[in-house]
């Protein structure tokens, strides 16, 4: 996503199929020690679940530290954060929300790092940020038989502003779908945390919740440097090299 004069990109993000599951990571260096896995029936292994979760690869959280990333309990668990998703048909659940809103694109607001192109992606998307006093949010669904469309397929194609299907060994597919709507129809958990400071006076972070419902809400905000601040330099239970 970017938008905005001078440019302001958001925040990118990986999405990939591993044998029964599905994996989605950020691109972002700073963030790169945390990953969602939405894992799908194994026989011999665990039983299907959903998590949000730091790695535990110490090489690969040194480089997220040293790229300036940190983890605050004020926006996250100790993890590992585990979620059911929604129920949105007989075969078919709402287990993520990208959310993003207009404030991150005005002029002042600090950008994310330009995007990363991997070369062997199958799809790419770029979205729009939204208009003012609006957000956008990226829903990812996971279901079996067929891929999940809240409109219909050809709904979706014609807005452009789909992602998939990705489909796992297990069977099971991954769709995403981004909208737009106003902000105050249906405030994200972290949609106040610039404490009254202007936009190029805080800090673009991630914060994570799990909803009511059991979805995953992943929300891109931008965050005063009071609360920044109060961040721990490393995740919990993970050591520094």
């Not at 799908?40 to 090489?59: A, I, K, M, V």
């Not at 729009?128 to 050809?154: A, K, N, T």
């Amino acid at each position: 996503m970017a938008g905005g004069r001078p440019l302001i990109c958001g925040f990118t993000w990986l999405i990939e199929s591993s044998r029964t599951s599905f994996h989605i990571k950020s691109l972002v260096p700073a963030w790169g020690f945390a990953k969602i896995s939405l894992h799908g029936p194994d026989p011999g292994e665990d039983e299907p679940h959903n998590r949000f979760d730091f790695e535990s690869n110490d090489e690969m959280i040194t480089k997220a530290v040293r790229a300036g990333g940190s983890w605050s309990p004020h926006f996250s668990v100790a993890g590992p954060e585990y979620f059911d998703g929604k129920p949105v048909s007989r075969r078919a659940r709402h287990v993520v929300r990208f959310s993003t809103s207009w404030e991150l694109f005005t002029r002042g607001a600090p950008s994310g790092p330009p995007p990363v192109i991997k070369e062997k992606a199958t799809q790419r998307k770029r979205f729009d940020p939204p208009g003012p006093l609006r957000v956008l949010y990226v829903d990812i669904f996971v279901s079996s038989v067929r891929p999940h469309w809240p409109d219909g397929e050809e709904a979706a194609r014609n807005q452009s502003w789909f992602l998939g299907p990705m489909m796992n060994r297990a069977g099971q597919y991954l769709t995403g779908l981004a909208h737009s709507r106003l902000r105050s129809g249906e405030p994200d958990p972290f949609s106040e945390e610039r404490d009254g400071r202007p936009a190029h006076e805080c800090y673009r972070d991630i914060g994570y919740s799990v909803a009511d419902d059991g979805v995953l809400w992943v929300c891109e905000t931008l965050v005063s440097p009071d609360r920044r601040s109060k961040a721990i330099i490393w995740p919990p239970n993970r050591r520094l090299k």
